[in-house]
């Protein structure tokens, strides 16, 4: 079955990094564009980064451009989240997803890793 673990919160000062991984399992990876959301606290989920199944498409929500940058390695089905310049509203539960019409047309069901928690604190 399809499973999206995902590694590499915790508390970071504002200013500072952190890099976020989603391993993946139970599909062909490299067909599906990979994202990643954020829950904080009483706010709904949104979206922060997607990357098409190749990478070569990759999209930012403007509150992280410029500061997140997502990649994948097809190669060990992960997908990435680096974040650099932390601020405080950056904390949340940050979720792998993966979902939808892949590279052949194939339809992937929507699909939650578990979560990290990112905290962003002095």
């Known amino acids: 079955q399809v499973q999206l673990v995902e590694s590499g919160g915790g508390l970071v000062q504002p200013g500072g990094s952190l890099r976020l991984s989603c391993t993946a399992s139970?599909?062909?990876?490299?067909?599906?564009?990979m994202r990643w959301y954020r829950q904080a606290p009483g706010k709904e989920r949104e979206l922060v980064a997607s990357i098409s199944g190749a990478g070569g498409v990759i999209d930012y929500a403007d509150f992280v451009k410029g500061r997140f940058t997502i990649s994948r390695d097809n190669a060990r089905n992960t997908v990435y989240l680096q974040m650099n310049s932390l601020k405080p509203e950056d904390t949340a539960v940050y979720y792998c997803?993966?979902?939808?019409?892949?590279?052949?047309?194939?339809?992937?069901?929507?699909?939650w890793g578990q979560g990290t928690q990112v905290t962003v604190s002095s």
């Open positions: 139970g599909f062909t990876f490299s067909n599906y564009a």
């Open positions: 997803n993966t979902g939808g019409r892949g590279r052949f047309g194939v339809l992937l069901n929507d699909y």
